[in-house]
């Protein structure tokens, strides 16, 4: 089955929170927001989530949690915080004072958030980023599925609506063609003679081009591949936009070649249905 654009993934673990929002979109897009010491691990991030999806815009938002940053306490550079107290005190030596904690802590590296290699960063993100996006591809799923399920049973409308139609235009050129011979015979009573034979040729080519047969089977072979489309693994939004495309084809062609009241307000119809298949296929990556 088919997987929507649209879904929600979550996920929060080692003081870090990883959120994914997916919306419709016609291409990829994929856009980060993370904290600023976290930007290193960026396209590690950006790249884990496009590999995911085919089409959609995806938001990636990552967060530190402040209550486990705070549980952690004050994270300090004890030796590089002894090698600076030392430092000030041979300064003070030369120059007088004493060195005190605030002036070693005043020294940028000494306390604060532990620069990460961009390793270690990913190594905690990484188990993060992959549960979140397991619930957003989850969600993404579940959703192309009522989606899938939706258009199927349009399809079956649809279907329903081409065996009424195949049933209508049943004997529809031999209609047309006598309905044509009894007009033109009314016209030309009283006229000079026409020549039969050419006459017969004319009607039967314009009888034939009211002839809607092939369109109707060549209808039945799309809403096929339309359904085996949807049950393949590989489901693809622009694929099935492609096959409504001949779809909605075929549907003009025959409302255009049809001399019949009955099927026109059939193809009106199917028309109304197809608007509905087209507006589920915007939500299909």
């Known amino acids: 089955m088919p997987g929507s654009m649209t879904g929600y993934g979550h996920a929060e673990e080692g003081g870090y929170s990883v959120e994914i929002k997916g919306l419709n979109n016609r291409y990829k897009d994929i856009r980060v927001k993370l904290p600023r010491d976290m930007n290193p691990i960026e396209m590690q991030v950006r790249s884990a ?13 990552i967060t530190r949690n402040i209550v486990e940053a705070e549980k952690q306490g004050l994270n300090i550079n004890w ?5 600076v107290f030392e430092d000030l005190r041979t300064m003070a030596g030369h120059f ?17 958030e532990e620069e990460k290699r961009v390793e270690e960063l990913w190594a905690l993100i990484s188990p993060v980023l992959e549960k979140a996006l397991k619930g957003f591809l989850d969600s993404r799923m579940e959703e ?24 209508a235009s049943q004997g529809m050129p031999e209609i047309f063609a006598e309905r044509l011979h009894s007009n033109i015979n009314i016209l030309l009573q009283g ?12 009607i039967a080519i314009m009888a034939e081009r009211c002839d809607i047969t092939e369109e109707v089977v060549r209808l039945k072979s799309h809403f096929d591949v339309f359904r085996q489309t949807l049950k393949s693994a590989n489901a693809a939004g622009r694929r099935l936009e492609f096959i409504l495309q001949e ?22 119809d199917a028309k109304t249905e197809l608007e509905k298949i087209r507006e589920q296929l915007q939500n299909i990556e």
């Open 49 to 61: 989530v496009s590999d995911a999806i085919h089409r959609g815009k995806a938001d990636v938002i």
């Open 79 to 83: 030796d590089y915080a002894k090698a």
């Open 96 to 112: 007088g004072g004493e060195p005190s904690f605030r002036d070693v802590i005043a020294v940028p590296g000494v306390t604060g």
């Open 144 to 167: 192309g599925e009522k989606l899938g399920r939706d258009m199927a049973e349009r399809i079956q409308v649809l279907e329903g609506i081409r065996l009424s139609i195949e049933k």
């Open 191 to 202: 006229k000079p003679q026409v020549d039969e034979i050419r006459l017969a040729q004319e």
């Open 247 to 268: 779809i909605n084809r075929e549907f003009n062609t025959i409302g255009s070649k049809s001399q019949d009241t009955s099927i026109s307000i059939f193809v009106i």
